[in-house]
């Protein structure tokens, strides 16, 4: 009889054998150029050896790529000329094209990255409201395969994973929006100091790729982005949380947004395939955790259907002895959207009845909201634009 280890690790090969099916395009130009971005070390190294150089010019290109953000092969003037020409006829070192640029009244900024496929998505920066700095929100897929019924991009359907390097190139064209190259060194605070992977798709479907591009991104040769200032939120796909716990030790946010089964079921579908009680223990048996580290459980604020008294009571209690904290979400409306956002009054009782039992639940306020950039709103623009075909039609 197979243990629970054992059938932990069959799901985990199942995930990752579905993930297959919906894998990005190769990383090569119809040219046959291969992009350098999103290569681990191992693979930078190897592409150097095969072109019959030294392996120490991976190490050279790491650092004109992840620290300078350097783009163009002729302006790295530690890599001497010929060398340049011969890189350049080989590869380029890419980033996702940006189809548009909106900014919000409060200073949001959504950007909607073009793939070289044609492929879309949406990645949102969030500045802090107090501090100058913030919080890049970048996507692990083009559309979800989640279909939660609050959210506006689970009414997208899954098309594809992105690999590493449209992952972190997301991260990589916001901070060339923003002139925050080359990366500091000191500890000199920046604008983008954070990262969020709470975009478009659940990262544990496509886990593989969404973890070697943090590993790329908290490199400490390179972006050298700290595991504390990375965020992975998950909607709970149990047998991965555990992995990358073990692997990567980020920080862990879970969309959690009800506090039954029934309920649950309803408007976070994977909750059938996972149940609240695994969850939960799969939430304490994540490294790490502490007052210092808590797990953040995500929790929209959904008028009449999880908001009550005995909801934030029964929240409490599901979570008692787990390091954590609960941001509660006001509902952000999309167009078609099923439900209300919460009455401000009931959100507040809802919050003192978590604080009070010692659990810190700021309430969110909506960024971006003009934009559509708000937490459940993106959708890419072409899927509104076929949507709306379609309803015309």
């Keep these: ?41 191992e693979e930078l190294e190897a592409e150097m050896v095969a072109i019959g150089e030294k392996p120490f010019r991976a190490r050279q290109l790491w650092h004109w790529i992840y620290h300078q953000g350097e783009t163009d092969f002729a302006r790295m003037p530690t890599i001497a000329k010929p060398m340049q020409a011969k890189l350049a006829e080989r590869f380029v070192v890419g980033r996702p094209e940006a189809a548009t640029v909106q900014t919000s009244e409060d200073t949001t900024r959504k950007f909607l990255f073009r793939f ?18 913030g919080a890049v929100c970048i996507s692990t897929q083009v559309g979800c395969t989640l279909s939660c019924r609050f959210c506006h991009t689970g009414t997208q359907k899954l098309v594809r994973n992105l690999g590493a390097a449209e992952i972190v190139g997301q991260f990589m064209a916001a901070r060339d929006s923003y002139g925050e190259w080359p990366s ?17 798709g659940e990262p544990l479907y496509n886990y593989e790729n969404t973890a070697k591009a943090l590993r790329i991104i908290m490199d400490n040769e ?12 998950t909607s709970g796909v ?34 059938r395939k996972y149940p609240i009680a695994e969850l939960i223990a799969a939430c304490r048996r994540y490294p790490g955790a502490s007052n210092a580290r808590r797990i953040t459980f995500e929790y929209v604020m959904l008028r009449g259907v999880n908001d009550s008294e005995a909801e934030a009571r029964e929240l409490v209690r599901l979570i008692k002895g787990i390091p954590a904290k609960v941001n509660l979400i006001p509902f952000n409306p999309w167009p078609g959207s099923p439900y209300l956002t919460s009455k401000p009054d009931q959100v507040r009782r809802f919050a003192e009845i978590v604080s009070g039992a010692g659990y810190s639940s700021p309430i969110r306020r909506p960024r ?22 379609a309803d015309a039609a």
């Design 1 to 41: 009889m197979s243990d629970a280890s054992d059938l932990t690790s069959t799901e985990r090969e199942r995930i990752l054998a579905k993930a297959a099916l919906f894998a990005p395009p190769p990383a090569t130009l119809p040219d046959g150029r291969r992009d350098l971005v999103g290569l681990s070390r």
């Design 116 to 133: 070289r496929d044609g492929q879309q998505v949406e990645t949102v920066y969030i500045p802090d409201l107090h501090e100058d700095r």
């Design 184 to 200: 500091p060194k000191d500890g000199t605070p920046r604008l983008l100091s954070n990262i969020v992977v709470m975009g478009m």
């Design 222 to 233: 390179g972006i050298g982005l700290s595991r504390r200032r990375i965020t992975l939120s």
């Design 238 to 271: 149990v047998p991965m949380m555990d992995r990358c716990g073990e692997e990567l030790n980020v920080n862990l946010a879970v969309s959690l947004h009800a506090v039954t089964d029934e309920l649950r079921d309803e408007i976070v579908p994977l909750n």
């Design 368 to 389: 971006g909201r003009d934009i559509l950039a708000a937490c459940g709103q993106l959708k890419t623009e072409s899927e509104r634009a076929k949507r709306g075909k």
